[in-house]
T-cell receptor
Framework: DADVTQTPRNRITKTGKRIMLECSQT?????MYWYRQDPGLGLRLIYY???????NKGEISDGYSVSRQAQAKFSLSLESAIPNQTALYFC?????????????FGPGTRLLVL | RKEVEQDPGPFNVPEGATVAFNCTYS??????FFWYRQDCRKEPKLLMS???SGNEDGRFTAQLNRASQYISLLIRDSKLSDSATYLC???????????FGAGTTVTVRA
């Protein structure tokens, strides 16, 4: 079984709709992240959380919100989807091993906003 | 200016060839460097960390040049399975944030 899972894997929605992307992990990591990936751009950080009670904005948080319901779960919401939020969304977890932080990514959610 | 810049490629090489490409970073306070591999429509996965003295992992060699602020990845004896996009990733100090390049695409042909 995958250590980091995302649901749904694909989603088509309409402008103005509220949608939620879910992420679960079985790695036992405290740190979780949400990124989006667009063609020709690197992954950009939307939100991150270092603990259940900790939520932090990344570089492109406008139009998004998150909830860290438990150590294993971190969900991303688009309150009112717009077409330029069409992208590939990745959840990630990380740990520090030997002083180096490694990020482990979920399989991604492809979102199309019409 | 982007924090991390990569030649998008694609680099098209025959099996068995050597291919190398660089990545430049803008922040001189960057301290940790990585190469991630991303297959088409899949998630990125850590390929290797890049250490100051350079390091090798099988057919892959990574180098860091702090003076010129670039890192490089060299793949020897390319295999078809090496076809992927290689993401350069940089971390500034102990900051939480990883900066990702847009990736360099490598296609190995039979």
């Amino acid at each position: 079984d995958a250590d980091v899972t995302q649901t749904p894997r694909n989603r088509i929605t309409k402008t103005g709709k509220r949608i939620m992307l879910e992420c679960s992990q079985t790695k036992g990591h405290d740190r979780m992240y949400w990124y989006r990936q667009d063609p020709g751009l690197g992954l950009r950080l939307i939100y991150y959380s270092f603990d259940v009670k900790d939520i932090n904005k990344g570089e492109i948080s406008d139009g998004y919100s998150v909830s860290r319901q438990a150590q294993a779960k971190f969900s991303l919401s688009l309150e009112s989807a717009i077409p330029n939020q069409t992208a590939l969304y990745f959840c990630a977890t990380s740990d520090l091993t030997g002083g180096q932080e490694t990020q482990y990514f979920g399989p991604g959610t492809r979102l199309l906003v019409l | 200016r982007k924090e991390v810049e990569q030649d998008p490629g694609p680099f098209n090489v025959p099996e068995g060839a050597t291919v190398a490409f660089n990545c430049t970073y803008s922040n001189s306070a960057s301290q940790s460097f990585f190469w991630y591999r991303q297959d088409c429509r899949k998630e990125p996965k850590l390929l290797m960390s890049v250490y100051s003295s350079g390091n090798e992992d099988g057919r892959f060699t990574a180098q860091l040049n702090r003076a010129s602020q670039y890192i490089s990845l060299l793949i020897r004896d390319s295999k078809l399975s090496d076809s992927a996009t290689y993401l350069c990733v940089v971390k500034i100090g102990n900051d939480y944030k990883l900066s990702f390049g847009a990736g360099t695409t490598v296609t190995v042909r039979a």
